[in-house]
């Protein structure tokens, strides 16, 4: 068994599919809408083959449910980067919302931002073992 996709529900689909694919670097493979009211977003990581599901609904669809608690249902999704660091800063400085400071250890450098969603994006960084 292996886990084939995550998927999220989002607020706004262009603001959520433009800071995955231009903040996040993950790449477009599809869309489809295959009930009246929904529209999918499919997401991969060009480097690591994983994917992610953009979910939104429209009020007339049958799925629909209010977004309730501003991305806090899902914990966090963690992206391995090559330097955690210049990425968490570069987030920022693209507009997205802090979620935690940037954390530098021994092992490893991490931070988490918001995506428009409210979901917290981690972007993490293990160093070089002497």
Partial sequence: M?????????????KSLDFYT???GLKVLGKRSPVPGEQIMMLVD????????????AKSCRWY???K?????????MFQ????????QGLL???????TDLWEGKERTMGLVKDPNG?????????KKK
């Fill in 2 to 14: 292996g886990l084939n996709y995550v998927s999220i529900r989002v607020k706004n689909m262009k």
């Fill in 22 to 24: 231009k903040s996040m």
């Fill in 46 to 57: 060009r480097k690591t083959g994983q994917r992610l599901n953009l979910m939104w609904y």
């Fill in 65 to 67: 449910a209010p977004y």
């Fill in 69 to 77: 608690m501003n991305g806090v249902e899902l914990d966090h999704l």
């Fill in 81 to 88: 980067v090559k330097d955690a660091k210049k990425t968490y």
């Fill in 93 to 99: 400085r693209k507009g997205a919302p802090k979620a």
């Fill in 119 to 127: 979901i917290w994006i981690g972007v993490m960084s293990e160093k």
